[in-house]
């Protein structure tokens, strides 16, 4: 079955670097790829994703991409702020079923 | 159009209960999926229905279980339960006709003693 590791499990950034955590996936016929954000508390949300036809997408501070050969994808979150501040799940998604990784905690230090 | 909700918010019960969580998808969505959520282990993901039929499972034991009713409703069970099954429930539905977006409850926080 799918298997999705994460990297880092935790990241600490100032505020205003960037900050880039990493997924890499094993089964080659995923092919979507959601990241969630997850704040103290609350319950995860979509924030970004991409299909297994692109290779980037931007929206905002925000970037995914995605090299399928390597089967690894990419958040890049630029200008960081505190609310960046969360838990960030990858995820990969094939035939109805998905399966996250197991977060990263990213810290912003003011 | 209103939440994903699920029932209770907080529970505590002693190793060899049993417990019924319950969850409410978003209006038209009929894909509701589960979760269990620990410090360190992430969204670890237990089985997804559809049309009340289980579509997809995780690797759990089988004292894990559920059901979806006609009105796309679902609950999950846990049967004899154990000190690690202490964890955060989280469901989700999605519209698996639109995108594959998971829409989250805010989640059932089970502490077994």
């Known amino acids: 079955g799918e298997n999705v590791e994460q990297h880092p499990s935790t990241l600490s950034v100032q505020e205003g670097d960037s900050a880039v955590i990493k997924c890499t996936y094993s089964?080659?016929?995923?092919?979507?790829f959601p990241w969630y954000k997850q704040e103290l508390g609350k319950r995860p949300q979509l924030i970004i994703d991409?299909?297994?036809?692109?290779g980037e997408k931007k929206d905002q501070r925000i970037a995914v991409t995605l090299n399928k050969t390597a089967k690894h994808f990419s958040l890049h979150i630029t200008e960081t702020q505190p609310e960046d501040s969360a838990v960030y799940f990858c995820?990969?998604?094939?035939?109805?079923?998905?399966?996250f990784g197991k977060g990263t905690r990213l810290h912003i230090l003011p | 159009k209103a939440g994903v909700t699920q029932t209770p918010r907080y529970l505590i019960k002693t190793r060899g209960q049993q417990v019924t969580l319950s969850c409410s998808p978003i209006?038209?969505?009929?894909?509701v999926s589960w979760y269990q959520q620990t410090p360190g282990q992430g969204l670890q993901f237990l089985f997804e229905?559809?049309?009340?039929?289980?579509?997809n499972k995780g690797n759990f034991p089988g004292r894990f279980s559920g059901r979806q009713f006609s009105n796309s409703r679902s609950e999950m069970n846990v049967s004899t339960l154990e000190l690690g099954d202490s964890a955060l429930y989280l469901c989700?539905?999605?519209?698996?006709?639109?995108?594959?977006?998971?829409?989250f409850g805010p989640g059932t926080r089970l502490t077994v003693t």
């Open positions: 089964d080659s016929a995923s092919n979507y």
């Open positions: 229905y559809f049309s009340e039929t289980q579509r």
């Open positions: 991409i299909r297994s036809n692109v």
């Open positions: 995820a990969a998604h094939r035939d109805d079923k998905i399966i």
């Open positions: 989700a539905s999605s519209n698996p006709s639109g995108s594959y977006e998971q829409y």
């Open positions: 209006s038209g969505h009929r894909s």
